[in-house]
């Protein structure tokens, strides 16, 4: 008879004050992996085949392989907004954006003054006053307060070619905090909770991650610290990688994609392997006991109790079109691209890489593999999609109509009309205003033209307050959060089909599994959330998830029905 142990039973030796103790219990490292786009249906036609696509034939062996032995939660959701930032945050934190103040990488607080130098999209510079009434200002926290978002390695100061850190990030453009005397706000600052990286590195563990801006440093949550992080720039221009090579085969040494756009790694279904797999080399260098460039080695050449990275070829594979080609889905089904199953395969191929490595270092076995998503991506049915204005002025956004008819109610930072990064706009749109009071006037205001905003569902005033803290009370609550019809993204570019943000079902539905040998293999239909990832992993590694200020704050519970032991 084969032993079940439930996941809340690693607990039992947590010692009296929480402290981290490592190899406590049957798993000692989580590898944390985000395939940003990923939704669970993805994950189901890749792992069981789908009509249309491979001959039917299953395309990813390798996830395949994790869904044996593994929990897969097919109703799980991301953050409401959907976005990177808050998606990530989420995860990590184990809280909502109410709690961690985090709504989207561009958005705005009250209670800040703007950066004493321009971010590199025109946002500042703004004034501040040391102990001064705040003006209020638009946030960013991405690649606009890089040293130089151009460069791969964000300009940091004597960084070879691909080696963007924390070192990246250019405090002179980040907003300032009159209450701290005007010092910047850093990505760690901004967020107002701490995270299972902070919290596993404070009691004494080795942690690591990788994502796709040095401002992501923000995973180490309120105050924490990573002991490993690899950020490079992913919208910086295209350059040649000397020496790599993605598993799928494609040579990085040259550009692969020369007629793509190169001002960004995003604009390629190619250059955006290249990209990754440097992140995917990172991660198999922290497997090895390396740092993540391979160029040293972590302190007894451990491996990090917790490591991860996200994949962005997924996303790119589902949104862009280039030079005419579509990524993306043919039909409601589901069913890919050809250029979307690239990608899929591509990241496959990657996750087996890290499987295999696992395997030959002998910790498979010591090992949790979460694979999920931060968002996912609207619409899946291409026939949805709408872009408003579009190329074809079809229509304005609410930050628009808001910004042309009632002016004084749209800060300048925020304003669309403006020469700065202007509003938190894709297929959501989150409204600051100047002063609450404008709220009943913008409100009607969007009534009145809801056929030209593209229609859909207003959030202010108490269907606000019910799930977000009060705009009035909170520095960081938008004052109207509108939802649009599924489908309608606020955008002109004509090189996307797809968007996330919003709140629709294509948006927060994301693959969520959990794996490793030991794991009884169930499917849950039951819902749950990416916010209960993070009090599992606590709980797995033997720390008191009550350490977390999400699971305090918010009553997050671990993911249920997770449960070790091995099939019948």
Sequence with gaps: MKLRFPIL??????????????????????????IDGMHAVDFKNCVQGVAGVNNGDPYCPNLAKLNKHGVSYVNASTSKTSDSFPGLMTIVTGATPRTMGVYYDVAYDRSLDGPAVAT?????????????????????????????????????????????????????????????????????????????????????????WSDKHPSYSSVAGHGGKLDDFYGPEINSLVVALPGVTTPDGVNCSSIPDTAADLTAWTNSFTNIKCYDVLKVNAVLNWINGKSHLGNSSLPNNITPSIFGMNFQAVSVGQKYIENGLKGGYTDAAGTPTASLVSDIVFTDDSIGEMIQALKSRGLLDSTLIIITAKHGQSPIDPNQYNAVPGKTGNGMSPATIIATNLPAAMPASESPLGSGVGSTEDDVSLLWLTNSSYTDQAVKLLE??????GGGQLYYGPTLALNYNDPTKDPRTPDIIVTPTPGVTYTGSNTKQMEHGGFAHDDTNVMLLLSNPAIKSRTIFSEVGTLQIAPTVLSVLGLDPNLLDGVRLEGTVALPNLTFGGND
């Design 120 to 208: 590199w999209y025109g946002n500042g510079p703004g004034p501040c006053t040391p102990g001064g009434k705040p003006t209020g200002f638009t946030t960013e926290y991405e690649e606009a307060i890089d040293m130089d978002y151009t460069k791969l390695n964000g300009g940091a100061p004597n960084a070879t070619l691909t080696d963007g850190t924390e070192a990246s990030l250019d405090t002179t453009r980040m907003d300032r905090d009159p209450a701290r005397g005007c010092a910047p706000v850093l990505p760690t600052d901004f967020v107002r909770v701490n995270s299972i990286f902070g919290l596993i590195h404070a009691n004494g563990g080795f942690v690591a």
């Design 9 to 34: 039973a690693i607990v039992a030796a947590i010692v009296a004050a929480g402290a981290y103790a490592q190899g406590n219990g049957q798993i000692k490292h989580v590898m944390l992996i985000s």
């Design 448 to 453: 009145d033209n809801r056929t030209t905003w």
